[in-house]
């Protein structure tokens, strides 16, 4: 497991945009990971937003919940070891805490469900105003 730290929320207007960053602490040596974002509104279940599969440098393929399809893109950057999640046309919906996942995988895809990821940041604090 790696450990995983989240940084770049905040408030914006709606309309707005936020890139959220994810830290690995550990260097992940070309290893093959799935990483997501997941959020939890106020009142809501937590759910997962998008996720990645990657090895060292290359992506493999990435997808989306429809709620974020078009307005949202995750990325990893594997030599700073984070995970981006750029989110652009915010709206009050999008409000809640955002959690970065990771899991190392073998092989298999990867999916949007809280419980294939066995590693979980804190979360940081989205809030859109309208």
């Known amino acids: 497991q790696v450990q995983l730290v989240e940084s770049g929320g905040g408030s914006v207007p709606a309309g707005g945009s936020l890139t959220l960053s994810c830290a690995v602490s550990e260097h992940t040596y070309g290893g093959t990971y799935c990483w997501a974002w997941f959020r939890q509104g106020p009142g809501k279940e937590r759910e997962g937003v998008a996720a990645i599969k990657t090895r060292g440098a290359s992506t493999f393929y990435r997808f989306y919940a429809n709620s974020v399809k078009g307005r949202v893109v995750i990325s990893r950057d594997d030599a700073e070891n984070t995970v981006l999640l750029q989110m652009d046309t915010l709206n009050p919906e999008d409000t809640g805490t955002y959690y970065c996942?990771?899991?190392?995988?073998?092989?298999?895809?990867?999916?949007?469900?809280?419980?294939?990821?066995?590693?979980w940041g804190q979360g940081t604090q989205v809030t859109v105003s309208s």
């Open positions: 996942a990771a899991r190392e995988m073998t092989d298999g895809t990867c999916h949007l469900t809280q419980s294939f990821y066995n590693s």
